[in-house]
């Protein structure tokens, strides 16, 4: 099957930006675009309703429900290209009918505030993955940019989530935080976005320990196309993808490394700047890594991880 499993993006609010149309699923501004999908490969897209740090803490649920109207207005108007999804299962149904499965995520668990009844309303709204923080601090934690673990708060909410089936994304979450969370929870979880620090020491990315533990407990690690994340200095290539993906296969990711590109929420490469360019990236894995390996990133590994979760 030739087909794509995208673990993020921020198209769904990229409307905030100037001179932006509110259809952002279908602009071909979009670097996620429906009109922009490659011809002849299956697409399943995990689209994020980012909730920013600076949003004051009245106004973060209004503007999650209102970014859930905004996900199912265009999932209509675009019927005939897209079918909204909860599980594997709809995604896999969807490419049947030849339509693109959209994933609804959340990224920066402030949506929560301080309130566990929140999660069920996310479960409600068909939220699937919420990424725990964003760079800063909020009642579950800190992020990359902070200090401090995971709060008395944030492990019950870790729970709540759990329960309602929704993932649990570690990406943004720091150090500390991490293994909070990692002593909290048996469960696979997702660092949707996020490369490897060994290559790049950059907060966002993963330890080695970190990648071991999420392989360990079958979860996933998107790889992330921001050049910051990828090389220290300069304009990120395929061979940073290649090296970052031989990294992590090498600490016992094969069935846990998948894509998470960051679209539309961060300044890519040329070479990866939107979705009509990963088949090139799914041709750069294949050729050192084999076409088995590079399924597995570009769709398996995610596929499989929602229908076991």
């Not at 011809?39 to 309703?49: F, K, N, T």
Request: proline residues 4%; aromatic residues 8%; glycine residues 10%.
């Amino acid at each position: 099957m030739s087909a794509v499993f995208d673990l993020h993006c921020d198209t769904l609010t990229a409307f905030m930006a100037p001179g932006r149309c509110l259809d952002t699923l279908n602009d071909p501004q979009s670097a996620f675009a429906l009109c922009r999908l490659p011809r002849g490969r299956s697409w399943a897209q995990c689209c994020a309703i980012f909730v920013p740090d600076s949003l004051p803490e009245g106004d973060v649920f209004p503007f999650f429900h209102t970014q859930v109207e905004n996900f199912r207005r265009q999932g209509a108007r675009f019927s005939d290209r897209v079918r909204l999804c909860r599980t594997a299962g709809e995604a896999a149904e969807s490419w049947r009918e030849g339509r693109t499965a959209l994933f609804l995520t959340v990224e920066n668990g402030a949506v929560l505030g301080r309130d566990l009844r929140r999660v069920e309303e996310l479960a409600r709204a068909g939220v699937v993955m919420v990424t725990l923080t964003w760079n800063g601090e909020n009642a579950i934690g800190s992020g990359s940019q902070t200090d401090h673990g995971l709060s008395a708060f944030g492990r019950e909410a870790a729970g709540e989530l759990i329960r309602q089936g929704i993932v649990l994304d570690v990406s943004h979450l720091n150090d500390r935080g991490f293994w909070d969370l990692m002593e909290e929870t048996d469960v696979p979880v997702a660092a949707s976005h996020s490369n490897a620090r060994a290559l790049c020491p950059h907060r966002r990315n993963l330890t080695d320990s970190q990648a071991r533990e999420i392989a360990r407990r079958g979860g996933l690690v998107g790889l992330n196309y921001y050049s910051p994340f990828l090389r220290s200095e300069g304009e990120a290539g395929f061979d940073d993808l290649l090296r970052h993906a031989r990294h992590i296969l090498d600490l016992g990711g094969e069935y846990s490394l998948g894509l998470g590109s960051d679209f539309d929420g961060a300044d890519l490469p040329p070479c990866l700047n939107n979705c009509e360019k990963v088949p090139q990236l799914g041709a750069v894995l294949a050729d050192p890594l084999g076409s088995g390996a590079a399924d597995r990133i570009l769709w398996r590994n995610a596929l499989d991880f929602f229908a076991k979760n």
